[in-house]
């Protein structure tokens, strides 16, 4: 099985969990990661050591923000809290302040809260593109390069004194549409200033999540970025599609976000895929159930709240289900849940007996939407420079909201 070397930071399978918003908190990354566990041998297991590797890959917590991690807003230190049992911690970063950004980084870095940092110029949302962020920012080039360059060096000086280094790496799309591509600037610029990877999603922001990834793309950055690792991200739905996406583009491992929602268990798959092992879980509705029980025992453990806990594990629902025969009436129920109690008599009702329903529960899950064209402030695409006027704006314009 070969290894994902990040800087200092070694995983034994080249596989990532995608940032997520609302979805890769804690309860949902610990599940991702025992089941990347599960497809390794006692023996393997055995050689992590806490802080050091990931044996079954990196589970990156969802996005925060650089303004509300330095104004030490509350959720968004919660939110950088781990679970207590990951041994490396992956936190994404957004900002579109390098001053702001640099500051975060040496938050987390010399606070001793993060082993690994993931900027994020990926995200194509419209709340954050519009203000210069996520995806749209890559287009600055010089903006891009103070905001990498910052966090790398702001990195190595939180790092002194610590037994390894804290490596940074970006995650980035190709650009914000067919005719503003960015994405292989930005991976020289990146490798430039020292990143310890470089990860592409491969669509435009305009596409958001529509239509096919272009793997061939991640193929180009490979060519491009030679001296540090690259993954690919995109339409990547089993243990197959990523074998076949490393084996197509030469890329070093795999960033892996809808693929896995409602389906923790593909990280077994994933894990045990490039480990040349045919192992792959499929199961049961009564599985699947459990594994539902479970997420909201841990949800109601995070948040401390059994209504919000409930809440939040609402979104999951549908994913969990996808392909099994339950009926509109038990769908709607379990969207709808508000206690352990309530969860408990509506699965309950299902029929449990169910095996696994095969390529109905495969394959693209949530919402890919279609091409939109991209919120982006105004002026934007004028230039690749940033003007004065415009750097005054991005200063008033970061997000003191996290969770993208």
């Known amino acids: 099985m070969s290894a994902l070397r990040i800087g200092s930071v070694t995983a034994g399978s080249p596989v990532v969990l995608a940032p997520m918003a609302g979805v890769t908190n804690p309860p949902f990354r610990r599940l991702c990661r025992e089941a990347g566990l599960a497809a390794l041998d006692d023996a393997t297991r055995a050689t992590a050591r806490p802080g050091e590797h990931a044996p079954a890959g990196l589970y990156v917590t969802e996005m925060v923000t650089s303004r509300a991690l330095v104004e030490r807003n509350e959720e968004t230190m919660r939110m950088v809290e781990p679970d207590p049992l990951e041994p490396v911690r992956s936190v ?30 990926g995200c194509p949302v419209p709340k954050v593109t519009r203000k210069g962020g996520g995806a749209a920012l890559p287009w600055k080039r010089d903006l891009f390069q103070a905001i990498v360059t910052g966090a790398v060096d702001a990195a190595r000086r939180g790092s002194r004194g610590r037994a390894r280094e804290v490596p940074v790496t970006v995650k980035m799309r190709m650009g914000i549409d067919d005719d503003h591509l960015t994405y292989l600037d930005a991976g020289r610029i990146a490798e430039r200033a020292g990143v310890a990877a470089v990860a ?24 491009t970025v030679r001296s540090v690792p690259v993954l690919g991200n995109g339409d990547i739905w089993s243990a197959e599609d990523a074998i076949a996406m490393v084996e197509q583009t030469g890329c070093d491992g795999v960033v892996v976000g809808r693929g896995c929602q409602g389906r923790p268990w593909l990280f077994t798959d994933l894990v045990a895929g490039f480990a040349g092992s045919p192992l792959r879980v499929r199961p049961g509705l009564a599985e699947v159930a459990a594994t539902v029980r479970r997420h909201a025992e841990l949800m109601v ?6 209504n919000k806990a409930l809440r939040e594990l609402r979104k999951h629902m549908a994913w969990y289900l996808k392909g099994y025969v339950v009926g509109s009436e038990a769908r709607r129920s379990l969207g709808l849940v508000s206690t352990l109690a309530e969860l408990d008599e509506r699965l309950a009702t299902l029929d449990l007996t169910q095996p696994y329903p095969g390529e109905g529960a495969e394959g693209p899950r949530g919402r890919a939407g279609s091409p939109r064209t991209p919120h982006l402030p105004e002026a934007w695409l004028d230039s690749q420079d940033v003007d004065e006027r415009l750097r005054a704006l991005l200063t008033e314009a970061e997000l003191s909201i996290s969770g993208g």
């Open 200 to 223: 592409l999603h491969a669509r435009t922001a305009a596409q958001h999540y529509s239509g096919q990834a272009r793997w061939e793309t991640v193929a180009r950055l490979k060519e």
């Open 92 to 121: 994404q970063l957004y900002g579109v302040d390098p001053a702001t950004v640099s500051a975060a980084v040496r938050i987390l870095v010399e606070e001793d809260r993060a082993d690994h940092v993931d900027l994020n110029f």
């Open 301 to 306: 453990e995070y948040f401390d709240n059994e």
